[in-house]
């Protein structure tokens, strides 16, 4: 109903716009040209109908629907009007301020306090100065315009009033216009590089238009009102492009946003037949056509959120990035983050999550797990770090303690054989099969210090560390092996599946070997016999770094990344 009320009334001023100019030509604008008419009236309704298809905020909405009404009356201040003379003595010069103020409350919320001070002067100036206060104390008979109807608003009749005030109105109406200008490019050169394509193509147009019309107020301000002398018709047809480009603009958004909805009604039957699997930001960001498009998942056991390949996200404080929140069921499934003004629908967003529900619940559980195997490798690693770092410590502990405690000790028995017991000889054998006993235990306890973290893999690295082994152990025998060093839970990892397996083949040769390739340590073990056994603890330990292993009836392939 609201919207038959709009239309009626736009209809209506456009039918007496007609008529007013085909009834007096010589003293409009249009004047006598057909094609000028019809533009001019065609632009208001244009504007009109943009205002009221697009699905932009409601200010903006009855702002440019009443710009749009208010330049059908510009015509309505001539001789031929009748009885709509007074309103258009009026609101003849009401158009370019809320033109203006729709153009500053394009995809906005709020106004800074310069725009409401610049508006408020251009709606003060337009209806009080130029429009109500100019009325007040104009009588056309006076004025001569003996042709024109009658003034209903007339209280006196002052002439030089009515000039003082046309030529002060129409003076702050270009320094106004012109401010105008100046607050809105400067608003779309410090806006973002999204928000400026996005705001352009209305912005622009209209900012062009009041600056067109605060040209005519100064070309008219040295004699008190504005005419239709050639000038001013020669700048008029700019200004009916001006404002037919703002309701194409508009009209463009909404074509694009039932473009949209059409991408999306085709994307429905898309993933209702084969949901990609791991491709739904992808497919989102083709149908929108927002390369940047980022979908980020609602976790389930925290706040906060996830992305595709299941690690933290945090959403966006950019202005340039938008972030638009999908709910199904009363929750959180998913967020959009994309460019501003790509969801300016608030029911689309919906659309998206009601069409794609399968898909987001299924993408989101995939990051769900994603995010928790991480936790889990990360977890291993964590023990296995720290199991290795306790390992290096006892080590340390063997070496500087109990091994110096029991080689002091040795030394202490063969002196003792020397200065003691060099007459008695059953002393003598006894102090020498103590020296042999913790000669055997010292050796021990060195091959146990070595089995748990040798210092030579952490000072030089894993080949020379594979050589140290091969000569406690005969049986290893060491090929190719890089030269490199790599990460130190790398070559933990491959050293332990190294000792590992020569302790558990028995009495069987090992041979190894191992290669950098595509960003992979790659190690190959070769066993005389299938007497390794269970090398579950080697895939965890593998595993705890990223890598894998393979069993083979002979052989063992392990692949660890090998970062440096």
Same mark, same amino acid.
């Given at each position: 109903?609201?919207?038959?009320v709009?239309?009626?009334?736009? &209809?209506?001023a456009?039918?007496?716009?007609?008529?007013?100019?085909?009834?007096?030509?010589?003293?409009?604008?249009?004047?006598?040209?057909?094609?000028g008419?019809?533009?001019?009236?065609?632009?208001g309704?244009?504007?009109?109908?943009?205002?009221?298809?697009?699905r932009?905020?409601?200010?903006?909405?009855?702002?440019?629907?009443?710009?749009?009404?208010?330049?059908?009356?510009?015509?309505?201040?001539? /001789?031929?009007?009748?009885?709509a003379?007074?309103?258009?003595?009026?609101?003849f010069?009401?158009?370019?301020?809320?033109?203006a103020?729709?153009?500053?409350?394009?995809?906005?919320?709020s106004?800074s306090?310069p725009?409401?001070?610049?508006?408020?002067?251009?709606?003060?100036?337009?209806?009080?100065?130029?429009?109500?206060?100019?009325?007040l104390?104009?009588?056309?008979?006076?004025?001569?315009?003996?042709?024109c109807?009658?003034?209903?608003?007339?209280a006196?009749?002052?002439?030089?009033?009515?000039?003082?005030l046309?030529?002060?109105?129409?003076?702050?109406?270009?320094?106004?216009?012109?401010?105008?200008?100046?607050?809105?490019?400067?608003?779309?050169?410090h806006?973002?590089?999204?928000?400026?394509?996005?705001?352009?193509?209305?912005?622009?147009p209209?900012?062009?238009?009041?600056?067109l019309?605060?040209?005519r107020?100064?070309?008219?301000?040295?004699?008190?009102?504005?005419?239709?002398?050639?000038?001013?018709?020669r700048l008029?047809?700019?200004q009916?492009?001006?404002?037919a480009?703002?309701?194409?603009?508009?009209?463009?958004?909404?074509?694009?946003?039932?473009?949209?909805?059409?991408?999306?009604?085709?994307?429905v039957?898309?993933?209702?037949?084969?949901?990609?699997?791991?491709?739904?930001?992808?497919?989102?960001?083709?149908?929108f056509?927002?390369?940047?498009?980022?979908?980020?998942?609602?976790?389930?056991?925290?706040?906060?959120?996830?992305d595709?390949?299941g690690?933290?996200?945090?959403?966006?404080?950019?202005?340039?990035?938008?972030?638009?929140?999908?709910?199904?069921?009363?929750?959180?499934?998913?967020?959009?983050?994309?460019? /501003?003004?790509?969801?300016?629908? /608030?029911?689309?967003?919906?659309?998206?999550?009601?069409?794609? &529900?399968?898909a987001?619940?299924?993408?989101?559980?995939?990051?769900?797990?994603r995010?928790?195997?991480?936790?889990?490798?990360?977890?291993?690693?964590?023990?296995?770090a720290?199991?290795?770092?306790?390992?290096?410590?006892?080590?340390?502990?063997?070496?500087?303690?109990?091994?110096?405690?029991?080689?002091?000790?040795?030394?202490?028995?063969?002196?003792a054989?020397?200065?003691?017991?060099?007459?008695?000889?059953?002393?003598?054998?006894e102090?020498?099969?103590?020296?042999?006993?913790?000669?055997?235990?010292?050796?021990?306890?060195?091959?146990?210090?070595?089995?748990?973290?040798?210092?030579?893999l952490?000072?030089?690295?894993?080949?020379?560390?594979?050589?140290a082994?091969?000569?406690?152990?005969?049986?290893?025998?060491?090929?190719?092996?890089?030269?490199?060093?790599?990460?130190?839970?790398?070559?933990?990892?491959?050293?332990?599946?190294?000792?590992?397996?020569?302790?558990?083949?028995?009495?069987?040769?090992?041979?190894?070997?191992?290669?950098?390739?595509?960003?992979?340590?790659?190690?190959?073990?070769?066993?005389?016999?299938?007497?390794?056994?269970?090398?579950?603890?080697?895939?965890?330990?593998?595993?705890?770094?990223?890598?894998?292993?393979?069993r083979?009836?002979?052989?063992l392939?392990?692949?660890? /990344?090998?970062?440096?």
């Amino acid at each position: 109903m609201l919207r038959v009320v709009v239309w009626t009334v736009a &209809l209506a001023a456009a039918a007496v716009t007609v008529a007013i100019v085909r009834e007096d030509p010589g003293d409009s604008l249009a004047g006598d040209s057909v094609i000028g008419l019809t533009a001019e009236v065609a632009a208001g309704l244009l504007l009109m109908a943009a205002a009221l298809v697009t699905r932009l905020s409601g200010a903006f909405r009855v702002l440019a629907a009443f710009a749009a009404v208010a330049w059908l009356l510009v015509e309505w201040n001539s /001789p031929g009007t009748g009885a709509a003379f007074t309103v258009g003595l009026v609101l003849f010069a009401a158009w370019p301020p809320l033109l203006a103020h729709a153009a500053l409350r394009y995809r906005t919320r709020s106004l800074s306090r310069p725009a409401i001070a610049l508006l408020a002067l251009g709606y003060v100036n337009s209806l009080l100065v130029l429009g109500v206060g100019s009325a007040l104390f104009f009588d056309p008979v006076e004025q001569g315009c003996l042709a024109c109807p009658v003034n209903h608003l007339l209280a006196a009749a002052h002439p030089e009033v009515v000039h003082d005030l046309g030529r002060v109105g129409l003076s702050i109406a270009a320094v106004w216009s012109a401010a105008f200008v100046g607050l809105a490019l400067a608003g779309l050169a410090h806006a973002t590089s999204t928000r400026r394509r996005v705001e352009m193509p209305v912005v622009l147009p209209a900012t062009a238009a009041v600056a067109l019309f605060g040209a005519r107020a100064l070309h008219g301000s040295t004699r008190g009102f504005v005419s239709n002398d050639p000038t001013d018709r020669r700048l008029w047809p700019a200004q009916v492009a001006a404002l037919a480009l703002v309701a194409a603009g508009l009209l463009w958004e909404r074509l694009r946003a039932r473009r949209m909805r059409g991408e999306l009604a085709r994307l429905v039957v898309e993933l209702g037949h084969s949901p990609p699997p791991g491709g739904l930001r992808d497919r989102l960001a083709e149908t929108f056509g927002d390369p940047s498009l980022q979908l980020l998942h609602a976790r389930d056991d925290v706040s906060g959120w996830l992305d595709g390949d299941g690690r933290p996200a945090e959403l966006p404080k950019d202005p340039d990035r938008h972030v638009t929140r999908l709910l199904a069921g009363g929750r959180e499934l998913a967020a959009l983050v994309h460019r /501003p003004g790509l969801f300016e629908d /608030p029911a689309l967003a919906g659309e998206v999550a009601d069409a794609a &529900l399968l898909a987001l619940e299924h993408e989101r559980l995939n990051a769900i797990r994603r995010n928790q195997l991480e936790s889990l490798r990360a977890s291993r690693a964590r023990i296995v770090a720290t199991a290795d770092a306790e390992r290096r410590l006892l080590e340390r502990d063997l070496h500087d303690g109990a091994q110096q405690c029991l080689a002091t000790v040795a030394v202490g028995i063969r002196l003792a054989r020397r200065q003691v017991a060099s007459g008695d000889e059953g002393l003598d054998a006894e102090l020498g099969a103590a020296e042999e006993g913790l000669r055997e235990a010292l050796g021990e306890l060195r091959e146990l210090a070595h089995g748990l973290i040798p210092s030579v893999l952490a000072h030089e690295g894993l080949g020379p560390a594979l050589e140290a082994l091969a000569d406690r152990s005969p049986r290893l025998v060491v090929r190719e092996i890089p030269a490199e060093r790599f990460a130190a839970a790398v070559e933990s990892a491959a050293y332990f599946v190294v000792a590992e397996s020569l302790r558990r083949s028995g009495d069987g040769d090992v041979a190894v070997s191992a290669r950098r390739d595509n960003g992979r340590l790659l190690i190959d073990l070769e066993t005389a016999n299938d007497s390794v056994g269970s090398t579950t603890d080697l895939e965890d330990r593998v595993g705890a770094v990223g890598g894998t292993l393979t069993r083979t009836a002979h052989q063992l392939s392990v692949e660890l /990344p090998c970062e440096s």
